[in-house]
């Protein structure tokens, strides 16, 4: 009767073991499960961030290109794409982040990089355009910056990239320009022309930005002057023209004053007090003033007397 029974017994005896294991098994493993659900859920929320080298590019006058050869622009473009970007992309360990309708986002780990891949570009292009009537070539605008970026599996964001795209803008056709922050890394790693642009205003960002345009060494970089003088403000270029003409004048008032007849009215002081006020407004203190400029007072004085 025995052997008849203990089959069953122990049928009955593994069920509860397994059964009670189970129960252990799930109740020790519960908590640590929903806390690595937690974890990874915090992860998924978490926005990824790194900093990275952006290059932005945009093709020069794509509407007029288009509008003057729809179908050969495009596949110019696509050929373009495929046998100059890409493959430079790739051998400077770069990552087409998208490509846009007439230009391209590319993320690399290196400025230096980066730069070296613009400069490759921008020769590899050029030669190509070499055979082509104008209205035929397609040349790109090219900026590089440095900067923290917000990463998304099929796109970045962030103010390093808002930056590399106005830089683009103020390069010209053919051109590259950089920001500050990427010059000081590039400066002595690569052999390569830099013109300092000083400090431009980008459009939509609220500080401006310190600009270097750079060219292959030995080539001056399209577009940009290379002199000093070249790179003075324009305001302050007249300011010095004026007073450089009003104080040639200072001998010859000096002569002819003592010629000529004193007239009677408005007092001699108060003319040269109102012919020599320049209104002008400082915009760092956001105040008007009055400047006065000695060499038009003398002017002023010679001509009324």
Known sequence: MLEEVWPEIGKAWVSGVLAGGGSILVQWLMPKAAKLFKHLRADKLRLERRLAAILAADVVGYSRLMSADEEGTH?????YRREVIAPKVREHRGRIVKNTGDGALVEFGSVVDAVRCALDVQRIIRARNAG???????????????????????????????VAARLEGLAPPGG?????????????AIAAEFVDLGEQRLKNIADPAHVFA????????????????ALVHPKIAVMAWYRCAMNACLPWSALAAPCRPRRRGTPRMARLLFFSCI??????KGRAALAFQPGLAYA????HG
């Open 214 to 229: 750079v060219s292959p060494a030995g080539v001056t970089p399209a577009g940009v002057a290379t002199s000093s003088a």
């Open 279 to 284: 209104y002008r407004r400082r915009r760092r």
């Open 132 to 162: 082509l009537p104008p209205d035929h070539r397609i040349e790109l605008r090219i900026g590089v910056n440095l900067g923290d970026v917000i990463v998304a599996p099929d796109d970045i964001y962030g103010h390093g990239v808002n």
């Open 300 to 303: 002023f004085a010679w001509l």
């Open 176 to 188: 590259i320009c950089i920001s500050a922050d990427a010059w000081r890394h590039v400066r002595g």
């Open 75 to 79: 596949f110019r473009l696509l050929a």
